[in-house]
């Protein structure tokens, strides 16, 4: 069974950092790229970051540029993201996917976790 499981969201104050955890499982994880989207309440799902199957490239929104970091550890199955110097704007539900090349589209990525809440205070 294909699992992508998200973890490490939560309530934080403006300009401080939270790191988000996705852990594969049920799939080849090191031949597909992953990327983190996330959905405000109204607003469409966007794409945040992506990092290669590989982990050798990765890609920011323009929002997120300088602030969030992605890596992979693909001898764990698993994805990160860190976040730092957040604010309001990056409040909402993070979700990890996994698709057979790095995109920004979501209709590009075959499989989804469930998403974790980020909730940032100002």
């Known amino acids: 069974e294909v699992q992508l499981v998200e973890s490490g969201g939560g309530l934080v104050q403006a300009g401080g950092s939270l790191r988000l955890s996705c852990a594969a499982s049920?799939?080849?994880?090191?031949?597909?790229?992953i990327g983190w989207f996330r959905q405000a309440p109204g607003k469409e799902r966007e794409g945040v970051s992506c990092?290669?199957?590989?982990?050798?490239?990765?890609y920011y929104a323009d929002s997120v540029k300088g602030r969030f970091t992605i890596s992979r550890d693909n001898a764990k199955n698993m994805v990160y993201l860190q976040m730092n110097r957040l604010v309001s704007e990056d409040t909402a539900v993070y979700f990890c996917?996994?698709?057979?090349?790095?995109?920004?589209?979501?209709?590009?990525?075959?499989?989804w976790g469930k998403g974790t809440q980020v909730t940032v205070s100002s």
């Open positions: 996917a996994a698709g057979p090349r790095g995109s920004w589209s979501p209709f590009e990525y075959d499989y």
């Open positions: 049920g799939f080849t994880f090191d031949r597909y790229a």
């Open positions: 990092i290669s199957s590989s982990g050798g490239s990765a």
